[in-house]
T-cell receptor, first 113, second 112 residues
Framework: KAGVTQTPRYLIKTRGQQVTLSCSPI?????VSWYQQTPGQGLQFLFE???????NKGNFPGRFSGRQFSNSRSEMNVSTLELGDSALYLC????????????FGSGTRLTVV | GESVGLHLPTLSVQEGDNSIINCAYS??????FIWYKQESGKGPQFIID?????DKRQGQRVTVLLNKTVKHLSLQIAATQPGDSAVYFC???????????FGGGTRVLVKP
């Protein structure tokens, strides 16, 4: 059974650019959540999607957005990148909304220069 | 591999000894607590969870203890092995939502 797949694995972008990260959940999982991990702030919740609807959102600026497709795959977008957006972005999937059986992907390492 | 924390508290343990990792959580309304293990270059991996109506739960070589009075969670690893070297995070969640709030993490180093 394939795990949560995140692409790309590594990404380098320039300040002011935008970036799109992709997450394919475990087959059958309908809930996808995104987290940002940095050495300074640790793991912080970005947002959660279930059945193409955003159910929950963390305290991040509007530059951070996401969406979920009908096949449960999800993308997150960061516009007008700042140096502080450099982080490991983790996606986690679970069977149902409100379910706690998260499985995390290995993340996308974004570096903003 | 990726650095998950430059200044994490570190627990050094001799191989074969038991490890105890502690976590203080903040929200008394949380009803679900989880321990994750994160190895270099990987995402967090589920270890064990416990609901707020329990005070102890055991898994394979791991035990989680919950003390709601002082909002404290601990993870005990029996007979620690080199493969247990990783960063360990506790996380809390409410029943109504799916958001996980993570603790800062503890690095465990197993000495051979």
């Amino acid at each position: 059974k394939a795990g949560v797949t995140q692409t790309p694995r590594y990404l380098i972008k320039t300040r002011g650019q935008q970036v799109t990260l992709s997450c394919s959940p475990i087959s059958g999982h309908r809930s996808v959540s995104w987290y940002q991990q940095t050495p300074g702030q640790g793991l912080q919740f970005l947002f959660e999607y279930f059945s193409e609807t955003q159910r929950n959102k963390g305290n991040f600026p509007g530059r951070f957005s996401g969406r979920q497709f009908s096949n449960s795959r999800s993308e997150m977008n960061v516009s007008t990148l700042e140096l502080g957006d450099s982080a490991l972005y983790l996606c986690a999937s679970s069977l149902a909304a409100g379910g706690h059986g998260y499985t995390f992907g290995s993340g996308t390492r974004l570096t903003v220069v | 591999g990726e650095s998950v924390g430059l200044h994490l508290p570190t627990l050094s343990v001799q191989e074969g000894d038991n490890s105890i990792i502690n976590c203080a959580y903040s929200n008394s309304a949380s009803d679900y607590f989880i321990w994750y293990k994160q190895e270099s270059g990987k995402g967090p991996q589920f270890i064990i969870d416990i609901r707020s109506n329990m005070d102890k739960r055991q898994g394979q070589r791991v035990t989680v203890l919950l003390n709601k009075t002082v909002k404290h969670l601990s993870l005990q690893i029996a007979a620690t092995q080199p493969g247990d070297s990783a960063v360990y995070f506790c996380a809390e969640a409410k029943a109504a939502g799916n958001k996980l709030t993570f603790g800062g993490g503890t690095r465990v180093l197993v000495k051979p």
